[in-house]
Nanobody, 121 residues
């Protein structure tokens, strides 16, 4: 199983980025896909998730209204569109795959390598 995250970079406050996570080695549509992030010195925290078939979504309060998670089951890819980025959004963003609609990192089975998002002027 491989999860390959990409799309991170340096963006100014108020800017936008779109992260992608390409998945192989599992039946993608069967899995809940989630994004987590981790800032230096902090614990990994839940950002958003999207269910497999229904594509229902759920967000952390801190990103609600600014981030949008989506998936393309034909391309085995999950996306995170991030708008109006703030300095506190900076960190390494990880995609993860799991069987249940959860928000704790320990409840996700497969992880990508992470992509760095820096928000700075």
């Amino acid at each position: 199983v491989q999860l390959q995250a990409s799309g991170g970079g340096l963006v100014q406050p108020g800017g936008s980025l779109r992260l992608s996570c390409a998945v192989s080695g599992l039946t993608f549509s069967n899995y809940v896909m989630a994004w987590f992030r981790q800032a230096p010195g902090k614990e990994r925290e839940f950002v958003a998730r999207v269910s497999g078939i229904s594509a229902s979504t759920y967000y952390a309060d801190s990103v609600k209204g600014r981030f949008t998670v989506s998936r393309d089951n034909a391309k085995n890819t999950v996306y995170l569109r991030m708008n109006n980025l703030k300095p506190e959004d900076a960190g390494v963003y990880y995609c993860a795959a799991g069987n249940l609609r959860r928000t704790r990192p320990s409840e996700y089975e497969y992880w990508g390598q992470g992509t760095l998002v820096t928000v700075s002027s």
